[in-house]
Structure formats: C-alpha cells, structure tokens
C-alpha cells in the first residue's frame, strides 16, 4: 500500500508561470483534500474532491487556483501566475467513503513544496 | 469560524521526561478532535477523540478530551528522541468536510 503519492517533491517557479501539483490517493480512498501550509502557520483547508465533483472549494482563492480529480489520474491542483505569496508546502490527503468508515481521518501525502522565486 | 489554539508552540525537553501538550478549540457542532506527527514529511495519524474523558492510548502516547472545556491534552511517557516532531492538533465539525488546524507545537527531545 504506497499510501497518498504526491508529486513533485519540490517545485521552483520564476513569478508569472504556472505551477501544477499532483496527488494519487491511497488505494481504495475515493476523497482527496488539499491543504497548504504557509511557514509558522497551521494546515489550512483549501478544496474537497471526490471523482469529476468538486464538493467544498471554500477555502480556495477565488482567482489562480484550481482542482481538479479527474475519473482517471491523479489530483491537480494547479496555480496560474504565481506570486511570491504562493511559496508554500501543498499537502494531498486522502479518506475512504465517509459512510462506510464514519469518520474524516485522513491519510495525508509527504507534500509538495513549492518555492516561488 | 472553527479555532484552535496549541500551547506551548515549542517545547525542549531531555530523553525520559514527560510531556504534556495542549490544544483548546472552538467549532460550530463539534464532530472530532485529531492529534498528528509531522515529521519531515506527511503528518500521520495519532488519535482521534470524539467523546469526553475517554482516554485514547498508544504505547508511550495518550490523549484525552474534555468538551466541556473545550481542550484536549497529548501526553507522552518517557520520551526518545523519534519523538521529536510537530505535533498537530485537529478539529472538525458536524456537517463540514474541514479540519481546522492548530499552529502545532514543535517537540525537541535531546539526549
């Protein structure tokens, strides 16, 4: 079991370009949930998927940034026109069925760092 | 809007002690409350607490819930140095697919 596979490790982007970040959920976990963790700050919720559904983006900017979680593939969260900002770990977790497990304990990625310069 | 608050931020203590780690909250409808170790890498998963005064253990870890206090406490015995970490504290309420995040309190243990 690989667990949530997050890649890449670590991403450098010059400000203005774009910046892509991919998550493979752990086998049999059909949620994926991005969050992003400034320095000193806590993990702050940014989007819930399920396959082709975004179902919560609440937390995400309202320009810039999307996700997706297409029916086949990885996750994607994808920047446009990064700013200094954005320099951040992103961090893919992932949670089985709710209703079968009853409850939201998520299985988190090693995440991606992305540095803007 | 959910909060949670961590205490201390860090914390450095010798191989053996024991430490307590705090985590206060405030969320509409509460649901759970999660501990995490963050490592250099992915935070993995503790304990989960939904119900008050029911200790939840796990070798030299545990953690209790006091709901009426809205705090939750992560003890660990006779600590090692593989516990050095960030330690996460977690909570969710009902009906909300989030997990608000406290800042973490960074644990040094030294020999």
């Known amino acids: 079991n690989a667990g949530v596979m997050q890649n890449p490790r670590h991403l450098v982007r010059r400000r203005g370009q774009e910046a892509r970040l991919r998550c493979s959920p752990m086998k049999g976990h059909s949620h994926v949930y991005w969050y992003r963790q400034l320095p000193e700050e806590g993990l702050k919720f940014m989007v819930y998927?399920?396959?082709?559904?975004?179902?919560?983006e609440s937390g995400m900017p309202k320009e810039r940034f999307s996700a997706e979680f297409p029916k086949e593939g990885p996750s994607i969260l994808r920047i446009q026109q990064v700013v200094r900002g954005d320099s951040a770990a992103y961090f893919c977790?992932?949670?089985?069925?709710?209703?079968?497990?009853?409850?939201?304990?998520?299985?988190f990625g090693a995440g991606s760092r992305l540095t803007v310069l | 809007e959910d909060k949670v608050v961590q205490s201390p931020l860090s914390l450095v203590v010798h191989e053996g002690d024991t430490v307590t780690l705090n985590c206060s909250y405030e969320v509409t409808n509460f649901r759970s409350l999660l501990w995490y170790k963050q490592e250099k890498k992915a935070p993995t998963f503790l304990f989960m607490l939904t119900s008050s005064g029911i200790e939840k253990k796990s070798g030299r870890l545990s953690s209790i819930l006091d709901k009426k206090e809205l705090f939750s406490i992560l003890n660990i015995t006779a600590t090692q140095t593989g516990d050095s970490a960030v330690y996460l504290c977690?909570?969710?309420?009902?009906?909300?697919?989030?997990?608000?995040f406290g800042k973490g309190t960074k644990l040094s243990v030294i020999p």
């Open positions: 977790a992932s949670s089985p069925d709710r209703l079968t497990s009853g409850a939201n304990v998520l299985t």
């Open positions: 998927l399920q396959k082709e559904n975004i179902i919560d």
């Open positions: 977690a909570v969710e309420g009902a009906g909300s697919y989030q997990l608000t």
